[in-house]
């Protein structure tokens, strides 16, 4: 067996040893865990992932490689990924580039060859904590100190917003539509395109007065890292558009949304990761299952008297999947409707955006 070149050591002192693939360089972030077990080159260019190390549970991870088309940004900004065994000869013929040459191109350090179901246990038993992945001849002590000096940053939004509005137009479009960008997964444009709207991608930081420049039809708040209480700017604009067009918030934006209309939200244990979260919608009574990455959400009994109703259940834990305040035209998950990667059930979702957009045009 070959000698391990890399390994990572957790807050609680626990140490893992592996191989090191993707950049050849230390780091820090926060670990936790995703059940997916299809979607890696979704989750690596997810930017909600910014400065989290993912541990993939699903134990075989590069087989397919990546393809061009299926990016969810086009600068990741992942901190890292933990992988059982990597496999660096894909077989896709769509593929063009390995995981590995992403990670070298991008910067991002991964290790293969460890234990990911005794790691997962440990993230489960006692939740999120911070990881170093470092060389392997590190020692301990060294390592424990600089997790201990390590504060990790809250300015996620600000780097991974577009600085210039840019835009994705469809022929024939029926809707205008501004979609706020808190680092958002190109699948939610896209979805937003087959149902017929033009996107106007706009930096997270945009004014009212910008935003309304564009006499949007309807206005879509992404996904995005950190606490959506750092969002503050967003927040801003939620107070001052409820009632004046429809908002349809997805993740971040279903938490800056709460948060707007005087709700809590709370950060979890080790949040929900994966494509296989059972939901229940409260209106219909249907189940769902749901492509999830989030660490925080939305207190459900704090929406008491905010005017928001809790349409969608988390049915692992009972936690907010989903409210709306239908006098507002306004509504919002904490799952992935665009999915990317996962089921797609709630795809319904973007045809519900449409028709609250058609009501309020004739309104
Ligand atoms: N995917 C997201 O938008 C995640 C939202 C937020 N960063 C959280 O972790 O809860």
Redo the contacts with the bound molecule.
Sequence with gaps: MKAFTKKIVLENGREFYGYGFGADREAINEIVFNTSMVGYQEIMS?P?YTDQMVVMTYPLIGNYGMADEDYETKTPTIGGMIVREYNDSPSNFRYTKTLNEVFEEHDIPAIWGVDTRALTRIIRDEGTQKVLITDVATPRDEALRKLGEYVMPRDMVSRVSCKKRWMSRVPNHKYDVVAVD??IKYNIIRLLNRVGCNVTVMPYNSTVEEIMAFHPDGLVL???????EDVTPVIELVKQLRGRLPIFG????H?LISLAYGARTFKMKF?HRGANHPVKNLVTGKLEITSQ?????VDVDSLAGTGLTLTHVNLLDGTAEGVECAADRVFSMQY?PESASGPQDSAYLFKKFTKIMEEHKNA
């Design positions: 997810d909600s808190c680092g992404s996904n995005g890292p950190g606490n959506p997805i993740c971040m934006g938490q949040g990455n989030h660490s925080y959400a992935h």
